[in-house]
């Protein structure tokens, strides 16, 4: 089964949130729908999803989000705006 690593928002230049999933779908819309209202992204209101790469296995995924976390914020906005430089919300794309 594939996994997810993925960056949400809640506005350009905003607070980012990396994740990690197998189901990036399902996940990206409990953010949108805060169903669970006390973490950290439905505190900030982070339901824009601006980037997400598959990958293969578990492993895999959850090393690169750990890496990915490490970065300094400038860093994860270049990869953003590599991959959507325009940030919209890719969610209906998935």
């Known amino acids: 089964m594939k996994h997810y690593v993925y960056i949400i928002t809640n ?11 197998k189901r990036l779908k399902k996940r990206i819309y ?7 209202p006390t973490t950290f992204s439905a505190r900030y209101n982070l339901d824009t999803l601006v ?13 690169r989000e ?22 919209k919300d890719l969610y209906e794309t998935i």
């Open 30 to 36: 409990q953010h949108k729908n805060k169903v669970h």
């Open 66 to 87: 750990k890496q990915m976390k490490k970065w300094n914020r400038v860093w994860k906005i270049e990869l953003i705006e590599q991959f959507n430089p325009d940030w």
């Open 51 to 63: 980037y997400f790469k598959e990958y293969n296995t578990e492993a895999e995924a959850k090393l």
């Open 11 to 21: 506005k350009k230049d905003g607070v980012l949130y990396i994740g990690e999933t």
